[in-house]
C-alpha cells in the first residue's frame, strides 16, 4: 500500500506561544478511513490544517502522496486535500450553492460546461442534486453539511479531511453523512468525538492528545479500552456497547 | 435555518425582464433614471411618457401593482418634505383652494415627487426581477471593482447569520433576567456589541481559511453564467434611449 498521507515528526507552535503539535506522525494508506479522536485542545484541528498547508510545520515534513506540503507546491496541495470545516457556515461563503460548489474548481481554472458538469456531479455525490439554486443559509444543518462536502468534493481531492462532521446534526441528517461517506472512494481522515460514527465508518482509529498520537489501533479495540479513552477525555454514549456493535466496512 | 427570506426585494418570476442578464439591467435602470432627472420640470408630459415607460415594463415584468405600489412607500419622506415646500417657498403667490402656495414651490414639490416616484420605480423593478447575487455579478461586469462586490457579497451572505448571533445573545440576556429600561443599564449591549464584533472577526479568519483551502488566491472567480447577448444591449439602449429623447425634446422644447 502506498501512502496517502504520511506525517513525520511535526511541530507546531501558534504565533501566542501555544504549542498545538510536539512530534506527531501518523501515516494514512491510499484508500483507508481512518478516524481522529481526541480531547478538545488536543491538536486536531490544528492537524487538519497542515494537511493542505493553512498551517506550515515549524519542524518535521508532511506528505500528500509523493508531494511534500511546501509553499511552493500549495495550490496543488490544496487540490490534491478537501478540508471540510466543522461549521459550515464557514464554508459556504457564495451567495448559491452552486456557486460555492464552483469555487474551487474554478480557481483551478475550470470554466464554462466543464465547471457546470462539476458542480453538477460534486452535489449528485452528495445527494443535492436539487439545491443548486439555494442560498445557504435556507438549507437545514443537514443538507448545509453535505453542500459543505460537495464544495470540495468538486475539487476531486486524493485526500478528505472531515472536522466534527457530525456535531449538530439529527439523527436523519447523521444517517445520510454516514452513508454518503461510506459511498465516497477516497482516502478519508474524520476528526470527531462521536465514538459509534468513528466505529461505523472507521476500520482504524487513532487518538491524538498533547500534540500527538497516543494510540493508533482497530477502532474496536480502541472503543473496548475504557481505560484508555478516560484517560484522554473521551466517553462511550451510555449503554453503547462497541463489541455488540456491527463492524465498520 | 429560521431565517427570514434573504431578498425580500425580489420577485420570483420567468419574465423576459427577469432572464435579461443583470449587466444590462443596470445600465439600462441606471440611464433611465439619469434621464428623468434631468428632464425640465415644467415639461409635466415628459414625466407622463417616462413614467408610461416603467409602468409598461413593470407590466411586462409582472410584478403586480400592489408589490409596487407598496414599495413604493419608501419614497413618502421624500413626498412628505416635497409637501412642505410650497407653504415655505418664497415668491409668487397663487390660491389653491384657499391656501396661498408659493408657485415656485409648487413646481419644487412636483419637480422633487416626480422624480423620486420614476427613480424609485425603476429601482423596484431592478431589485424585483434581479436577484441580490446577480446584481453583484452584473456590478462586477460593469467593472465595479471586485474588492468592492466581494465586501458586498460576504455582507449579503453573513448578515443573517451575524443576526442570528445577535438575537441568540439577547435571548440569553433576557433569559438571566436582563430588561434595560435606563440608559446606564446599557453596558451588557455594549459588551455584546464587542462580543459579536470580536465572534465576526473570528469568523472571517475561518472563512479565508476556508477560501485558502480551496485554492483562493485573492480574487475571486468569475463563475461565468451568461453574458449579455448585443440583442439585450441594443434592448436596454432602446428603453432607456426613449428617456433620454423624451428627456432632450423637453430641454430643447422648454428652452432650458
Known sequence: MSAAVEIRGVHFTYPDGRTALSGLDLRVDVGERVALLGPNGAGKTTLALHLNGINLADAGSVHIGDLPVTEAVLADIRRRVGLVFQDADDQLFMPTVAEDVAFGPANLGLRGSELAARVTEALRAVGAADLGDRAPHHLSGGERRRVALATVLAMRPDVLVLDEPTSGLDPAGHRELVEVLRSLPITQLIITHDLPFALELCARSVIVDGGRVVADAPTSDILSDEELLGRHRLALPFGFDPRMARPSR | MGAGHAHPLYVHGHSPIHHLAPEVKIAAAVAYIAAAAVTPRQAIWAFGVQAAGVAAAIAVARLGPRFVLRRLTVVVPFVAFALCIPFIASGERIDVVGLSLSREGLWGAWNVVSKATIGASVSILLAGTTEVPRLLTGLSRLRVPGTLTAIAA??????????????????????????????????????????????????????????????????????????????????????????????????TGTGA
Do not use: C, K, N
Not at chain 2, 439577547?170 to 438571566?176: G, I, K, L, N, P
Not at chain 2, 480574487?219 to 448585443?230: F, I, N, Q, S, V
Open chain 2, 154 to 251: 460576504f455582507m449579503v451572505r453573513y448578515l443573517e447569520v451575524i443576526a442570528g448571533e445577535l438575537g441568540r445573545m439577547r435571548t440569553a440576556m433576557a433569559a438571566r433576567g436582563y430588561a434595560p429600561r435606563w440608559l446606564w443599564q446599557a453596558r451588557p449591549v455594549a459588551t455584546s456589541a464587542g462580543a459579536l464584533f470580536v465572534r465576526s472577526y473570528e469568523r472571517g479568519e475561518r472563512v479565508h481559511a476556508a477560501m485558502l483551502s480551496r485554492g483562493y488566491t485573492g480574487t475571486m472567480p468569475d463563475l461565468g453564467g451568461r453574458r449579455a447577448t448585443a440583442r439585450e444591449w441594443i434592448l436596454a439602449a432602446a428603453a432607456s434611449g426613449v428617456a433620454w429623447l423624451v428627456a432632450l425634446a423637453a430641454i
